[in-house]
């Protein structure tokens, strides 16, 4: 049985005068503003690059609870970033990477064995499966 999640996005105007709106099932996100500027421009507001970012870094971080727990480890904090790159091409524009960056307390983990797990989550989260970008993993235990 698939789990079936919504997410949602209105938009009016032209593609540089017009403005849209995101929302989420859940009600996280309620109308959030987003339009050119904030894609384009760094204006205030959302745009799909950063979202896909954050449910990135939140899927490979769950993942990755999962194969500690596999492992017989505990994160105490783990901290995930993804950065979302954006490119112009000839056909358009195209995500081209997604570098996510991880910090970790594991305790009792190696160095060597978190590296393995990390990069276990990265290759196994339901996102990076439908991602066809690049995407790149920088993990650091701490303690």
Known sequence: MAIIRTGSAQWSGGI???KGAISTESGALSAYPYGFASRFENQK???PEELLGAAHAACFTMALSLILGEAGLT???LQTSAKVSLEKKEAGYEITAVDLTL???VPGA??????E????AK????L???IRAAISLDASLKG
């Open 128 to 130: 990076s499966k439908v």
């Open 117 to 120: 797990l990390a990069g276990k």
């Open 103 to 105: 910090v970790g307390t």
């Open 110 to 115: 190696t160095p060597e064995q978190f590296a």
């Open 75 to 77: 994160a105490t904090d």
């Open 45 to 47: 507001g959302s745009n």
């Open 16 to 18: 540089k005068d017009g």
């Open 123 to 126: 290759a196994n989260c339901p």
